[in-house]
C-alpha cells in the first residue's frame, strides 16, 4: 500500500504523475485557488471549465499532460458533482477514484493540493479522513486466488501539499489511512472462500487482531459453548463439519463511560441448512459473515485510534449445514439466556446465532449495542442495495447510530419495530418462532433479535444483506466486499467517547 505524506508548499511546486483537482458542477468560474495554476498552463484550466467541456459532474475525468509547464507530469481533473452534494462518502469515493485510476495506469506519486481540496460542509480534516480512507479501499483487491503475473501495486505515494497545514491535517490523513485499512480487512474477510474462512480461521483471525493491538481476546470452541450453554449458535453448526467459534474482543478500560457491544453475524457459510437455498442464492453466501467481518475491521482501527470509549466485540460464528445431525424445522433450540426459539426455517439461521451473540455481549458488561448482519432478503427488496436497513429498540440510540452513519457516509434507513409485527413471530410450543413469514421479513428478524435484549439495555441492528457485496466494479472500489458498517462503528466510537462522562 501507498504512503500517505503532507508536504508544506505549493502543490504545483512538487513532483509526481499526476496532480489532482476537483471542478463542481455548475461552477464555471473557475475557484481562486486554482488560478495560478491555470497561468501556469496558459489558460488551459479555465478554458476546459468555461468551455463546458467539462462540466464537473460526478466521476467525470479529464487528463491533460502538462507538458513541463508543472513539476507533475499529468493533471487529472475530477468532477465533483454539485458543491452542495459533497460529503464523507463522495469524498471517498473521489480520492478513491483518483488513486485507482493512478494505480491502474502505474503512476507511483499522486498530488493533491490542500488549498483546493473538495470542500463543502466538511472540514478540511473531516475531508482528508474521508478522502484518504477512500483512497486506501480504491487499492484493495479481490483477487486473491489468481494465479500467474501478480499484478502489482504501482501506486507509492499520495502527496498532500500546501502552506497551510498543520498537524491536524497530519493527524486525520493518518486516521483515514488506518480507516481504510479497516475497511479492506473486513473486505478481506468476506472475500476468503469458505473453505479457507471457517470458523476455526475466523477466530484465529480474531486472536491475531487481539494480539496486535493487545485486546482481551476470548475464543469460545464447541466444547467450551456447550458449558456456557450457547445451544442456538451449537444447534445451527450442528448440520457442519466445522465447530463453531464464539469470537470475544474487549477493548479500554475507562471506569464509568460506558461498554459499547459491537456484535457481528458470522456466518462463514450459509447453504439455508435443511431448507435448502436454491444454486443461485447461494452462490455468495461466503458474505455471510460480513457482519463479524465489519465488526473485526472496526476493533483493527479502534485498536488504531485508540478512543476513550469502553468496547466489547462479539462475533457468533458457524456454517449453516445439511450433514445428518443438522437441525430441523421444528426443532426447539434453549438459547444462552434462557428463552426457546422453534426453528421454523433453518434458512433463518442468522438470528438464531445472534440470539447467543447478544446475550453473550450483554453478559460480557455492554450497556449500548450495535449488531451488524447480512439477515434477510426482505431488506434487500425493501431498501435495494443502497443503504443499509436499521431497527431498534431505543429512537434515541437509533439516532445517535444513524448521525454516526451519516457523517461517516455510508447511507442507511430506518424501518419501524411496530408490536403489531411481533404477531408474526409468536409460536404455539416455544417462546418465539424464527421466521415470520413474507410480509415485513427485515422487521420480524429484527424483532426476533429484540427478544433477546434486555430491559434497559439500548440496541440497534443494522441489516447490511443489501450492502455488504456490490456486485458491479465502481470507478472507487472493485465489485464484492464492500466492508460497510466500519466507518460507522468508527464513527459511533468516537461519538461516544466525545460525549461519554
Ligand atoms: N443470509 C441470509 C440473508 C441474505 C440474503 C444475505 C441475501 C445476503 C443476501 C439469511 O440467513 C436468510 O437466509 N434469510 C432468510 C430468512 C427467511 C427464511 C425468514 C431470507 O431472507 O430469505
Ligand atoms: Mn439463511
Ligand atoms: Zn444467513
Not at 505549493?10 to 475557484?31: I, N
Not at 444454486?279 to 463479524?292: E, I, L, N, P, T
Not at 457523517?407 to 408490536?419: I, N, T, V, Y
Given at each position: 500500500?501507498?504512503?500517505?505524506?503532507?508536504?508544506?508548499?505549493?502543490?504545483?511546486?512538487?513532483?509526481?504523475?499526476?496532480?489532482?483537482?476537483?471542478?463542481?458542477?455548475?461552477?464555471?468560474?473557475?475557484?481562486?485557488?486554482?488560478?495560478?495554476?491555470?497561468?501556469?498552463?496558459?489558460?488551459?484550466?479555465?478554458?476546459?471549465?468555461?468551455?463546458?467541456?467539462?462540466?464537473?459532474?460526478l466521476h467525470?475525468?479529464?487528463?491533460?499532460?502538462?507538458?513541463?509547464?508543472?513539476?507533475?507530469?499529468?493533471?487529472?481533473?475530477?468532477?465533483?458533482g454539485?458543491?452542495?452534494d459533497?460529503n464523507a462518502e463522495r469524498?471517498s469515493h473521489?480520492?478513491?477514484?483518483?488513486?485507482?485510476?493512478?494505480?491502474?495506469?502505474?503512476?507511483?506519486?499522486?498530488?493533491?493540493?490542500?488549498?483546493?481540496?473538495?470542500?463543502?460542509?466538511?472540514?478540511?480534516?473531516?475531508?482528508?479522513?474521508?478522502?484518504?480512507?477512500?483512497?486506501?479501499?480504491?487499492?484493495?483487491?479481490?483477487?486473491?486466488?489468481?494465479?500467474?503475473?501478480?499484478?502489482?501495486?504501482?501506486?507509492?505515494?499520495?502527496?498532500?501539499?500546501?502552506?497551510?497545514?498543520?498537524?491536524?491535517?497530519?493527524?486525520?490523513?493518518?486516521?483515514?489511512?488506518?480507516?481504510?485499512?479497516?475497511?479492506?480487512?473486513?473486505?478481506?474477510?468476506?472475500?476468503?472462500?469458505?473453505?479457507?474462512?471457517?470458523?476455526?480461521?475466523?477466530?484465529?483471525?480474531?486472536?491475531?487482531?487481539?494480539?496486535?493491538?493487545?485486546?482481551?481476546?476470548?475464543?469460545?470452541?464447541?466444547?467450551?459453548?456447550?458449558?456456557?450453554?450457547?445451544?442456538?449458535?451449537?444447534?445451527?453448526?450442528?448440520?457442519?463439519?466445522?465447530?463453531?467459534?464464539?469470537?470475544?474482543?474487549?477493548?479500554?478500560?475507562?471506569?464509568?463511560?460506558?461498554?459499547?457491544?459491537?456484535?457481528?453475524?458470522?456466518?462463514?457459510?450459509?447453504?439455508?441448512?435443511?431448507?435448502?437455498?436454491?444454486?443461485?442464492?447461494?452462490?455468495?453466501?461466503?458474505q455471510?459473515?460480513s457482519?463479524?467481518?465489519a465488526?473485526?475491521?472496526?476493533?483493527?482501527?479502534?485498536?488504531?485510534?485508540?478512543?476513550?470509549?469502553?468496547?466489547?466485540?462479539?462475533?457468533?460464528?458457524?456454517?449453516?449445514?445439511?450433514?445428518?445431525?443438522?437441525?430441523?424445522?421444528?426443532?426447539?433450540?434453549?438459547?444462552?439466556?434462557?428463552?426457546?426459539?422453534?426453528?421454523?426455517?433453518?434458512?433463518?439461521?442468522?438470528?438464531?446465532?445472534?440470539?447467543?451473540?447478544?446475550?453473550?455481549?450483554?453478559?460480557?458488561?455492554?450497556?449500548?449495542?450495535?449488531?451488524l448482519?447480512t439477515l434477510t432478503g426482505a431488506c434487500v427488496i425493501a431498501l435495494g442495495t443502497v443503504c443499509t436497513g436499521v431497527m431498534?429498540?431505543?429512537?434515541?440510540?437509533?439516532?445517535?447510530v444513524l448521525?454516526?452513519a451519516k457523517?461517516a457516509g455510508e447511507k442507511m434507513w430506518q424501518l419501524?419495530?411496530?408490536?403489531?409485527?411481533?404477531?408474526?413471530?409468536?409460536?404455539?410450543?416455544?417462546?418465539?418462532?424464527?421466521?415470520?413469514?413474507?410480509?415485513?421479513?427485515a422487521?420480524?428478524?429484527?424483532?426476533?433479535?429484540?427478544?433477546?435484549?434486555?430491559?434497559?439495555?439500548?440496541?440497534?441492528?443494522l441489516d447490511i444483506a443489501g450492502t455488504a457485496w456490490s456486485s458491479a466494479d465502481t470507478k472507487y472500489r472493485?465489485k464484492g466486499a464492500t466492508g460497510v458498517g466500519?466507518r460507522t462503528?468508527?464513527?459511533?466510537?468516537?461519538?461516544?467517547?466525545?460525549?461519554?462522562?
Amino acid at each position: 500500500m501507498f504512503t500517505i505524506e503532507t508536504r508544506p508548499g505549493d502543490p504545483d511546486s512538487l513532483e509526481g504523475d499526476a496532480l489532482v483537482q476537483f471542478v463542481f458542477e455548475g461552477e464555471t468560474d473557475l475557484p481562486l485557488a486554482l488560478s495560478a495554476l491555470d497561468e501556469r498552463l496558459n489558460g488551459a484550466l479555465s478554458e476546459l471549465v468555461s468551455s463546458g467541456e467539462m462540466k464537473g459532474k460526478l466521476h467525470e475525468s479529464t487528463l491533460m499532460h502538462t507538458a513541463n509547464r508543472l513539476p507533475t507530469r499529468r493533471l487529472m481533473m475530477l468532477g465533483a458533482g454539485k458543491r452542495g452534494d459533497l460529503n464523507a462518502e463522495r469524498t471517498s469515493h473521489l480520492f478513491g477514484q483518483a488513486a485507482r485510476t493512478a494505480n491502474g495506469k502505474g503512476w507511483a506519486t499522486l498530488v493533491f493540493g490542500s488549498t483546493a481540496l473538495p470542500s463543502g460542509s466538511l472540514s478540511p480534516e473531516e475531508t482528508l479522513r474521508a478522502g484518504m480512507s477512500g483512497a486506501v479501499v480504491a487499492l484493495g483487491r479481490g483477487d486473491l486466488y489468481k494465479t500467474g503475473e501478480k499484478k502489482e501495486d504501482k501506486l507509492e505515494r499520495i502527496v498532500l501539499a500546501g502552506a497551510d497545514q498543520n498537524d491536524g491535517w497530519n493527524r486525520a490523513a493518518q486516521a483515514g489511512q488506518a480507516l481504510g485499512e479497516g475497511v479492506n480487512l473486513a473486505r478481506e474477510l468476506v472475500y476468503q472462500p469458505p473453505a479457507d474462512m471457517t470458523p476455526t480461521i475466523l477466530g484465529e483471525r480474531a486472536r491475531a487482531l487481539g494480539e496486535r493491538f493487545g485486546f482481551e481476546t476470548t475464543i469460545l470452541d464447541k466444547a467450551a459453548l456447550e458449558e456456557l450453554g450457547a445451544h442456538a449458535l451449537l444447534a445451527v453448526s450442528r448440520g457442519s463439519a466445522e465447530e463453531p467459534r464464539m469470537i470475544r474482543l474487549r477493548y479500554g478500560d475507562f471506569p464509568g463511560k460506558p461498554v459499547l457491544g459491537l456484535v457481528g453475524k458470522g456466518l462463514t457459510f450459509d447453504s439455508g441448512g435443511l431448507c435448502l437455498k436454491p444454486a443461485d442464492s447461494m452462490v455468495d453466501m461466503k458474505q455471510d459473515m460480513s457482519g463479524a467481518a465489519a465488526v473485526l475491521g472496526a476493533m483493527h482501527v479502534i485498536g488504531t485510534l485508540k478512543p476513550e470509549i469502553n468496547i466489547v466485540a462479539v462475533c457468533p460464528s458457524s456454517e449453516n449445514m445439511t450433514g445428518p445431525d443438522a437441525y430441523k424445522p421444528g426443532d426447539v433450540v434453549r438459547t444462552l439466556n434462557g428463552k426457546t426459539i422453534e426453528i421454523l426455517n433453518t434458512d433463518a439461521e442468522g438470528r438464531v446465532i445472534l440470539s447467543d451473540g447478544l446475550a453473550y455481549a450483554q453478559q460480557s458488561g455492554a450497556t449500548h449495542l450495535v449488531d451488524l448482519a447480512t439477515l434477510t432478503g426482505a431488506c434487500v427488496i425493501a431498501l435495494g442495495t443502497v443503504c443499509t436497513g436499521v431497527m431498534g429498540n431505543s429512537q434515541a440510540w437509533v439516532d445517535r447510530v444513524l448521525a454516526s452513519a451519516k457523517e461517516a457516509g455510508e447511507k442507511m434507513w430506518q424501518l419501524p419495530l411496530f408490536d403489531e409485527y411481533k404477531e408474526q413471530i409468536k409460536s404455539d410450543i416455544a417462546d418465539v418462532e424464527n421466521s415470520g413469514g413474507r410480509p415485513a421479513g427485515a422487521q420480524t428478524g429484527a424483532l426476533l433479535l429484540q427478544e433477546f435484549i434486555q430491559e434497559g439495555i439500548e440496541w440497534t441492528h443494522l441489516d447490511i444483506a443489501g450492502t455488504a457485496w456490490s456486485s458491479a466494479d465502481t470507478k472507487y472500489r472493485v465489485k464484492g466486499a464492500t466492508g460497510v458498517g466500519v466507518r460507522t462503528l468508527l464513527r459511533l466510537a468516537e461519538m461516544m467517547a466525545a460525549n461519554a462522562g
